[in-house]
């Protein structure tokens, strides 16, 4: 399985993803007006990555903003985090968000009561 | 001869910040998104309200551009039921970003129906709302999916002020006001 390493733009975020090690960042900014087909290699890989995954898979979120239609995709995301749970893996959310972001915390928490993952909110420093 | 001066004195009493009228495509958003992030740069504007106004800004653009994108290539529709327009002002420490653009009649009802329900809801019940079409919801093919307006309206904290104006026998304009305090 190759590994996935997406850079960053204005409206969509930095994705490095490597099955080997189990680990996958999301960065930056995501509000692309067609979030589906952005995250669309992503969500394929960690489709064959679900079938033999790591005994731990880490998952690092720390986005500044996102649109809703990114936030479909997000919950497709960890939808997919959620099965490789079933199959094995010890999977954690790492929400990262910005002191005094509260909306962003607040959207962590949403997912966090949709997705049967364990989720570590995390409060970054300015 | 058009009086540019009315347009201006408009403007400047409702200190409009930047406006737009047109055709709205990707590259547009990108461009009014940089712009007013630098606007609130020089204004040094607290972090807290910049991410909200940002946010909010993103969601009512996204809506005209998805709006735009779902009119078929049809010769019988003009330019003009293409076009929007889009305005984002600040008064008194608070944002109104104005949002405004054909819509077909057939639609009214249902568009309205939509902004009611938000409206009569609570911050409480805009949270589970929000997560119930998040998770159950039928996503467009582009992504949209029903949640923009929820978004704002959780976003701003504030109610969706909305008007429909009857235009020919075809269409409506739909205007949109969302304020966002400090």
Redesign the interface.
Known sequence: MEAISIEGT??TPTIKFDPSSGVLELKGRS?P????EFYKPLIDLLDKYAANPKPITNVNIQLE?F???????I?DLFKKLESIKNNGSAVTINWHY?E??E?ML?AGE?YQ??INVPFKMIQIE? | MLDIYDFYDKMERNNIMLSFKGNITSDLLTSILQIMESKMDNMQEEPKVKKKVYNVLVECLQNLYHHMDEIPADPEISEQERSAIFMIGKQNNEYTIYTGNYILSQNVEKLKGRLDIVNSMSKEELKEYYKTILNNGEMSEKGGGGLGMIDIARKSGQKLNYNFVPVDDKNHFFSLNVKISQ
Request: hydrophobic fraction near 20%; proline fraction near 4%.
């Open positions: 204005p409206k509000i007006e067609n979030s589906i903003y649109n809703t239609s990114s936030s479909k995709c919950l910005e005094d972001d909306d607040e949403d009561a949709i300015e």
